[in-house]
Structures are given as structure tokens and as C-alpha cells.
């Protein structure tokens, strides 16, 4: 099994940057493909960024330039740095990780940008 627990989320306004932390852990931990989804209010659960099995690195249309994705694997962390920051950036932001055909979901981080 493996957990996932996110940090980092809060009320920050437009154009500043925040930072999003997530820590996997377990007893059998396999994750090959580790990245950020994010739900808006009454809107479907939508891909941020995520690192690939491959290694590389995809991103939204709507996030490009202006977030990055970068991990640790040594410390099988995740992060997601995250400037420029609009209003309709405003959701739930889930950590997310797969191997095969197992995925697994952290609880979730708000994130709210408003001035």
C-alpha cells in the first residue's frame, strides 16, 4: 500500500507563487508515474503535471511557464512550484501516483488565489 500526504497549499493573491510538497510512503512502495491533479468547484478533476514512467515531464496547457513540476526520489518526494498565480487556479490540488494498473491519491490541498 502507499500514502501520499500533501503540504504547502493556502490563500495567496494573483501573480504570487506558492509551493506544493508531497511525501509518499508504504510498505510495498512501486510508483513510476508521480504528478498533480487539481478539481475546481462543480468542474472535473483535471491533470496539472506529471512526471511520466519514462522520466519526463507533461504539463496542462493552462499551467505551462509558469508551474514546474520536480521531484526527490531519494526522499520519494514530489514537488509542484506554482508562480504566477491566477484566480482560476483556485481548486483542490491531489498528489497523485501509479504503477501498472494501482494508482493512488493524497487527501488533497487547498489552494485559493484571491486578492
Known amino acids: 500500500q502507499v500514502q501520499l500526504v500533501e503540504s504547502g497549499g493556502g490563500l495567496v493573491q494573483p501573480g504570487g507563487s506558492l509551493r506544493l510538497s508531497c511525501a509518499a510512503s508504504?510498505?510495498?512502495?512501486?510508483?513510476?508515474?508521480m504528478g498533480w491533479f487539481r478539481q475546481a468547484p462543480g468542474k472535473e478533476r483535471e491533470l496539472v503535471a506529471i512526471?511520466?514512467?519514462?522520466?519526463?515531464?507533461n504539463y496542462a496547457d493552462s499551467v505551462k511557464g509558469r508551474f514546474t513540476i520536480s521531484r526527490d526520489n531519494a526522499k520519494k518526494k514530489v514537488y509542484l512550484q506554482m508562480n504566477s498565480l491566477k484566480p482560476e487556479d483556485t481548486a483542490v490540488y491531489y498528489c497523485?501516483?501509479?504503477?501498472?494498473?494501482?494508482?493512488?491519491w493524497g487527501q488533497g490541498t487547498q489552494v485559493t488565489v484571491s486578492s
Open positions: 497523485y501516483g501509479a504503477f501498472s494498473s494501482s494508482s493512488y
Open positions: 508504504g510498505s510495498d512502495f512501486r510508483i513510476n508515474r
Open positions: 512526471f511520466t514512467s519514462a522520466g519526463n515531464a
